[in-house]
């Protein structure tokens, strides 16, 4: 990764609902192209809040984000629409994500179907033999296609929910603790496939967690959020040696293990 090559850039974000606290406060950092950047924090320091922001799921009350150098709060429905094939988002739950009345199939075929593009990208190879390969790329054999979430392990959702984010070919991903809910060896397996995914694609990661060890193990930096703001921020080597904050002191203490 070039230190230069920025993809996206968040600057001063602020988020407030009505007229209590800010939930973020003044929340600035960019992610290199090709860099994970992971963003740790206690349970509601705002870590979900500032992703959302970031691919404008949620409008921020105030600063800016660009993404690829352009102003992403100034783009229009049309021109953002066309932005979101581009960045994707991995949840926590990996059951909540999946609609349980769609079998794996039409799952995956949706975002082709949303951006419209369904001839064109699924024609050639015919839809089967794309989706196949989706499937492929997470470890799923093709009988998953014609079953439904609730026939699966947690571990094997999360894989769905995976080829159905890179289903329109992303190039920067939000992975929010996508490992959280899944037992210690599934997760260890599924954060090894998110790091062969983003080796074969050159994919941008945002890894939010609250587990140190695992942000050790996959980010190039480290975002470190306490009550809605950046308190550190660092490369991980360094960050976890020699923390500056004793709340990031906490975090790496919090977790000696790999758990997530
Ligand atoms: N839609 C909302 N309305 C009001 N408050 C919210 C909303 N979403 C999140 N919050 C609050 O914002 C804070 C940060 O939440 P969140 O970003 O989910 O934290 P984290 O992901 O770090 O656990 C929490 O106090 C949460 O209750
Ligand atoms: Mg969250």
Redesign the pocket.
């Known amino acids: 990764m070039s230190g230069s090559d920025v993809l996206v850039k968040a600057r001063g974000l602020v988020k407030q609902?009505g007229p209590g606290a800010r939930?973020v406060d003044d929340v600035s950092f960019t992610i290199g192209r090709g860099e994970t950047l992971g963003l740790v924090?206690e349970?509601?320091?705002?870590?979900?809040?500032?992703a959302r922001m970031l691919l404008r799921l949620i409008e921020p009350t105030d600063g800016a984000v660009s993404y690829g150098g352009r102003d992403l709060l100034a783009m229009k429905a049309g021109e953002l629409r066309a932005m979101r094939r581009r960045m994707q988002i991995v949840f926590q739950d990996p059951f909540a994500a999946l609609n349980p009345r769609m079998k794996v199939r039409e799952i995956l075929a949706e975002p082709f179907a949303i951006h419209g593009e369904r001839e064109a990208e699924l024609r050639g190879k015919g839809q089967r033999g794309r989706l196949r390969e989706m499937l492929g790329e997470v470890g799923l054999e093709e009988s998953a296609l014609e079953r439904y979430p609730h026939e699966f392990s947690g571990g094997q959702r999360q894989r769905v929910n995976i080829a159905r984010a890179l289903a329109l070919r992303p190039e920067f991903l939000v992975l929010d603790e996508p490992v959280s809910a899944l037992d210690v060896s599934v997760g260890a397996q599924v954060i090894n496939l998110l790091r062969d995914l983003q080796r074969r694609y050159g994919l941008t990661y945002l890894f939010i967690s609250h587990s140190m060890p695992l942000v050790r193990y996959l980010c190039d930096r480290v975002a470190v959020?306490r009550k809605g703001r950046l308190v550190e921020l660092g490369e991980c080597e360094q960050v976890c040696e020699a923390p500056r904050e004793a709340y990031t002191r906490e975090l790496i203490g919090a977790t000696p293990e790999m758990r997530v």
């Not at 349970?43 to 500032?50: D, P």
């Open positions: 609902y939930v924090g349970s509601g320091s705002g870590k979900s809040t500032v959020m």
